[in-house]
């Protein structure tokens, strides 16, 4: 059934496209030598060119133009060997130019597509419109001063791309896979960090609402969500507000809110500008942006394998289910971790103990899988003591916990704690003989029919054990005795 929203005259359905702003990942930022980390002084990474001092010429960086083709053909999406930019004329005081240099007309990647999977099982392809690089603004402090504003102009001149998608989403789950695959493509490709509470990565949500059959009804733009979660909230919330004003006999009108995360409300911000507001011309000191086929045959070439490919591997060559495929394949970080611990043992167990034990120990500790509290290695040595009868599986978890704690190495803790499993025969036999001496009456019952009682031999004897004896031999030599 299509995701609609009850109005007082019946449902409504949603239309969404998001235009996604992704900070290019390079050292330098697209038209200067200026530095792009995040978190320094503020005005510590600005040249002439970022500060718009008069005569200063852009140059492009040849490693943003790279990042923008990955991420095209990542995208399955045309890459134009020709493109251009042109300047986008405002005044605001955290763009010192008077214009920030994007493309406009001509993009350097044309249409491409990206296939959501939804929680009830079903896929969705969304339309990608365009992919452009732009530069982006500066930022305006409010908070320093109780009168002034301060400028910070380290972001200014940091390579953006904007990956506009077509209005093909129709619900705030459709909204939120669409983000969420996205960024994980990105980071795939290592192109943008997705860290979007460093603003790395930041969405407009355009969002209408119109009767079912209906054609399209005005939108609105929701600026700069900086969360998957408020991307989905924001729909919500948007499309709520505007079947009010539909409902009660009046317009929706073109224009771009901001949303309120503590209300849960967008709110208006101004009226939507046009392109021609902005008086797009192409840019006087740049000229055309001209690639070769064979560079970006090259860049294919050179791509990691991505997501989708990743998840149809794991299910083809190590036999795993659709949804452990899934959740391993979410992270890159994840994946490696998990293809260290799997390489020559049983895919699956690696998979539940990565997907378990590891994730819950992560959560516990605070940390995280790229610096996890237990290694890949130390897990596959781990699992290898399985393998071997060194540990049963009740042991192994006792030493992971250990291991998760102090970071030391499955081996130097068994030796250390004593916690080797017993595999001895004969030890287990005399174990067993002095459980069913002292449970005469209940070996009668079991003797007699009562064959529900050989649990409780098994508990008694691996708690004589200290839970140290291996539970195949323990039901095997009680099977014998008991016979």
Same mark, same amino acid.
């Given at each position: 059934m299509p995701y609609t929203i009850e109005g007082s005259t019946g449902p409504w359905e949603l239309v969404i496209g998001l235009e996604v702003h992704a900070q290019v990942v390079s050292n330098a930022k697209l038209f200067s030598g200026a530095a792009t980390a995040f978190g320094a002084e503020p005005n510590s990474q600005v040249s002439f060119v970022d500060a718009g001092f008069p005569g200063m010429l852009p140059v492009i960086n040849r490693e943003c133009v790279a990042q923008a083709v990955r991420t095209g053909l990542g995208l399955n999406a045309k890459v134009n060997l020709w493109s251009r930019f042109d300047r986008k004329n405002y005044f605001y005081a955290d763009l010192p130019q008077g214009y920030q240099i994007s493309q406009y007309a001509h993009p350097i990647i044309g249409e491409g597509e990206v296939e959501i999977a939804l929680s009830d099982g079903t896929t969705k392809t969304i339309g990608i419109t365009r992919l452009h690089l732009e530069q982006d603004a500066g930022k305006s402090l409010h908070d320093q001063h109780p009168t002034k504003s301060f400028i910070d102009l380290n972001r200014s001149g940091v390579a953006l791309m904007e990956i506009v998608s077509e209005p093909d989403m129709r619900s705030p789950e459709e909204a939120g896979a669409y983000l969420a695959k996205l960024r994980q493509i990105l980071r795939y490709l290592g192109t943008c960090d997705g860290n979007m509470e460093e603003g790395s990565m930041r969405a407009d949500v355009n969002v209408s609402v119109r009767k079912p059959?209906?054609?399209?009804?005005?939108?609105?733009?929701?600026?700069?969500?900086?969360?998957?979660?408020?991307?989905?909230?924001?729909?919500?919330? #948007?499309? *709520?507000?505007?079947?009010?004003?539909?409902?009660?006999?009046?317009?929706?009108?073109? #224009?771009? @809110?901001?949303?309120?995360?503590?209300?849960?409300?967008?709110?208006?911000?101004?009226?939507?500008?046009?392109?021609?507001?902005?008086?797009?011309?192409?840019?006087?000191?740049?000229?055309?942006?001209?690639?070769?086929?064979?560079?970006?045959?090259?860049?294919?070439?050179?791509?990691?394998?991505?997501?989708?490919?990743?998840?149809?591997?794991?299910?083809?060559?190590?036999?795993?289910?659709?949804?452990?495929?899934?959740?391993?394949?979410?992270?890159?970080?994840?994946?490696?971790?998990?293809?260290?611990?799997?390489?020559?043992?049983?895919?699956? %167990?690696?998979?539940?103990?990565?997907?378990?034990?590891?994730?819950?120990?992560?959560? *516990?500790? +605070?940390?995280?899988?790229?610096?996890?509290?237990?290694?890949?290695?130390?897990?596959?040595?781990?699992?290898?003591?399985?393998?071997?009868?060194?540990?049963?599986?009740?042991?192994?978890?006792?030493?992971?916990?250990?291991?998760? #704690?102090?970071?030391?190495?499955?081996?130097?803790?068994?030796?250390?704690?004593?916690?080797?499993?017993?595999?001895?025969?004969?030890?287990?036999?005399?174990?067993?003989?002095?459980?069913?001496?002292?449970?005469?009456?209940?070996?009668?019952?079991? @003797?007699?029919?009562?064959?529900?009682?050989?649990?409780?031999?098994?508990? %008694?004897?691996? +708690?004589?054990?200290?839970?140290?004896?291996?539970?195949?031999?323990?039901n095997e030599v009680l099977k014998k005795k008991l016979g």
């Amino acid at each position: 059934m299509p995701y609609t929203i009850e109005g007082s005259t019946g449902p409504w359905e949603l239309v969404i496209g998001l235009e996604v702003h992704a900070q290019v990942v390079s050292n330098a930022k697209l038209f200067s030598g200026a530095a792009t980390a995040f978190g320094a002084e503020p005005n510590s990474q600005v040249s002439f060119v970022d500060a718009g001092f008069p005569g200063m010429l852009p140059v492009i960086n040849r490693e943003c133009v790279a990042q923008a083709v990955r991420t095209g053909l990542g995208l399955n999406a045309k890459v134009n060997l020709w493109s251009r930019f042109d300047r986008k004329n405002y005044f605001y005081a955290d763009l010192p130019q008077g214009y920030q240099i994007s493309q406009y007309a001509h993009p350097i990647i044309g249409e491409g597509e990206v296939e959501i999977a939804l929680s009830d099982g079903t896929t969705k392809t969304i339309g990608i419109t365009r992919l452009h690089l732009e530069q982006d603004a500066g930022k305006s402090l409010h908070d320093q001063h109780p009168t002034k504003s301060f400028i910070d102009l380290n972001r200014s001149g940091v390579a953006l791309m904007e990956i506009v998608s077509e209005p093909d989403m129709r619900s705030p789950e459709e909204a939120g896979a669409y983000l969420a695959k996205l960024r994980q493509i990105l980071r795939y490709l290592g192109t943008c960090d997705g860290n979007m509470e460093e603003g790395s990565m930041r969405a407009d949500v355009n969002v209408s609402v119109r009767k079912p059959g209906e054609g399209y009804r005005t939108r609105c733009e929701v600026k700069n969500v900086n969360s998957i979660r408020f991307v989905m909230q924001a729909v919500e919330a #948007e499309a *709520r507000r505007q079947i009010e004003v539909w409902e009660s006999g009046g317009t929706v009108e073109q #224009e771009t @809110r901001l949303f309120d995360t503590a209300r849960g409300v967008t709110r208006s911000m101004r009226s939507k500008e046009d392109a021609h507001d902005y008086r797009y011309f192409p840019d006087p000191d740049l000229p055309p942006l001209v690639i070769e086929q064979s560079w970006v045959d090259q860049l294919k070439a050179a791509l990691p394998e991505l997501p989708d490919q990743r998840r149809a591997r794991y299910m083809r060559d190590y036999g795993l289910p659709a949804y452990d495929a899934h959740v391993l394949t979410l992270e890159k970080e994840t994946a490696a971790y998990f293809e260290a611990v799997a390489k020559g043992r049983d895919a699956k %167990q690696a998979a539940n103990w990565v997907m378990g034990d590891l994730f819950a120990a992560i959560n *516990r500790t +605070k940390t995280s899988i790229a610096e996890p509290p237990v290694s890949a290695a130390d897990l596959g040595a781990l699992l290898d003591l399985m393998a071997d009868g060194t540990l049963s599986g009740k042991l192994a978890k006792e030493v992971f916990e250990v291991m998760a #704690e102090t970071g030391r190495a499955p081996g130097v803790i068994v030796e250390e704690r004593g916690l080797r499993q017993v595999t001895d025969t004969g030890a287990i036999e005399a174990v067993i003989e002095e459980v069913l001496a002292k449970n005469a009456d209940k070996v009668a019952e079991y @003797r007699s029919g009562k064959e529900k009682l050989f649990g409780f031999f098994v508990g %008694q004897a691996m +708690k004589a054990m200290q839970g140290k004896g291996n539970p195949a031999l323990v039901n095997e030599v009680l099977k014998k005795k008991l016979g």
